[in-house]
């Protein structure tokens, strides 16, 4: 019985971690002109590029028309730029944001 168990336990971990996997996987490509072409402006979506993933900050109110603070524009990779910030990059895990691209 606790054999079993093991085996299964294992079986579970490996479906579970393949899972993760796919779900990585899943995630398009975004292309430089389709993240610059989401500048929150115009009725566009805002999107930003962080840490190699992009995130959807349209219904962010500090993102409103693509504009944060010190200069910072949706349609941006702002990873070298984070650093600046006072909130850091798990400002995303904090908003609940989910990857919707892989950049570049
Ligand atoms: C995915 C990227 C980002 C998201 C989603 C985001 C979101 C936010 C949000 C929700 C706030 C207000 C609440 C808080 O402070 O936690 C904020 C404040 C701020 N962010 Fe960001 N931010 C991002 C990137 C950046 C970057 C790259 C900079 C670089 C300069 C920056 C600079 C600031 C500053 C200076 C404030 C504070 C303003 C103040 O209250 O004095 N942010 N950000």
Known sequence: MKKGFKILSLAGLVCFSSL????????????AAQLKANDGKNGHKAYVALNGKVYDVSKVDEWKGGQHYKGMVAGTDLSSNIHLSPHGP????DLNL???AVYP
Do not use: D, R, T, Y
Not at 20 to 31: C, D, I, K, Q, V
């Open 98 to 100: 989910k990857p919707i």
């Open 20 to 31: 993760g996997f796919a779900a990585e996987a899943a995630l398009p490509h975004m292309s």
């Open 90 to 93: 798990g400002i995303v895990n």
